[in-house]
């Protein structure tokens, strides 16, 4: 029986929040499709499970607390919290920032879409510059 798009939503939070890396095989298509800020993209479960690697790998305690879900049509729109001690490097697109001991985090949303039971593509979207003040990395210059 297919789960319903919120359950895998949320089941899919649970791994994350448990390293529980293997049950990405089950929540994702193989063909799922990934899109971040920083122009992150990727395709298939091992690019999805790798993007989440780096946050939790960043920090242990990294956590996502869904806060609000809405359905429409074949997608799913979750506003959420993602909060986290940096205790290891972090990369990002811009490169590699060592651990500071900072905590980090922010509201973010990801947009779900699902076939055949499970997760087809997220498409994730938070600001940036929140992550790099709460680390104190350099801000980047504007060009202009």
Do not use: H
């Amino acid at each position: 029986m297919a789960s319903a798009p919120q359950d895998l939503v949320n089941r899919y939070y649970r791994a994350i929040n448990d390293a529980a890396w293997a049950e990405y095989d089950e929540l994702f298509t193989a063909d799922v499709a990934l899109e971040a800020p920083g122009g992150v993209t990727g395709t298939g479960i091992d690019a999805v499970r790798a993007f989440d690697q780096i946050w939790k790998g960043a920090a242990a305690d990294f956590t996502v607390t869904p806060l609000l879900q809405v359905q429409t049509g074949a997608s799913l729109l979750s506003e959420n919290r993602a909060w986290g001690t940096q205790t290891a490097v972090l990369t990002t697109p811009l490169g590699d920032v060592p651990p500071t001991g900072n905590e980090f985090g922010a509201k973010y949303v990801g947009v779900f879409e699902f076939r055949g039971g499970r997760i087809s593509a997220q498409r994730i979207y938070f600001d940036r510059m929140v992550i790099v003040e709460m680390l104190g990395m350099p801000v980047p210059a504007l060009a202009g």
